[in-house]
């Protein structure tokens, strides 16, 4: 027999080849401490398991979800029985009479509220169709438009903080075409204007300036 050198600690030859002994990584698989680390898992996860089972038993022993498995199982019987889907060769002409376009189905009843609100704000025509507020640029902002909307096409030209009285200069200016003197009136109408935007969810009340608020959309629709 030829003698094993374990002299590299725990890896041996034999005849000049290199053979594994008792490495400490193949050792450690091995060991008391991780025998009982792996047991307690075991513990834990056979509790775990015990416990999703007892609580699912008792959600079943109920007579509401009893009731309601029962009538669920007598719904899917009776579909899969008398329902066959239209959508095979055994019934010709299918493609006349059944809708399969899912994204365009998806497209019109998946509402998209931020795009329309943005539409409605800066183009009321699309949903009025009132010929006084029919505009030729996206841009721009006539007096004709409702107070919200102009209001709201002003605080797309801002930055992330508007300043309330600038911003009411600017509102005023056009709503009533140039006129200097800022009254009650159109302090009130500017203040609901700013309070629609806010319930909307355009913007909110600045903890940094009193006199400012921000923005809380950016990029349009």
């Not at 450690?28 to 996860?45: C, K, Q, T």
């Not at 010709?92 to 943005?118: C, I, K, N």
């Amino acid at each position: 027999s030829t003698p094993m050198d374990t002299s590299t600690g725990g890896v041996g030859s034999v005849g000049g080849t290199p053979t594994l002994g008792s490495t400490p990584m193949s050792a450690g698989f091995g060991s008391p401490s991780l025998g009982r680390a792996l047991s307690r898992f075991d513990r834990m996860n056979a509790g775990l398991l015990d416990l999703a089972h007892r609580n699912s038993m008792q959600h079943q022993s109920r007579p509401y979800d009893l009731v309601r498995s029962e009538v669920m199982e007598i719904i899917n019987t009776n579909l899969k029985q008398f329902l066959k889907s239209p959508c095979t060769s055994a019934r010709p002409l299918y493609e006349a009479f059944t809708f399969t376009a899912v994204g365009v189905l998806r497209r019109h009843l998946t509402g998209t509220p931020r795009a329309s609100l943005h539409t409605a704000l800066t183009d009321p025509y699309v949903y009025l169709r009132h010929p006084d507020l029919k505009i030729s640029d996206p841009g721009e902002i006539p007096a004709s438009l409702p107070d919200v909307s102009i209001a709201y096409k002003l605080h797309l030209e801002c930055p992330r903080l508007i300043n309330i009285y600038d911003w009411l200069s600017c509102w005023h200016s056009i709503a009533t075409q140039g006129d200097a003197n800022i009254t009650k009136v159109g302090q009130a109408r500017f203040t609901r204007s700013v309070s629609e935007l806010q319930h909307l969810g355009f913007i909110k009340t600045s903890n940094r300036k009193a006199d400012h608020v921000a923005r809380l959309t950016f990029g349009g629709s």
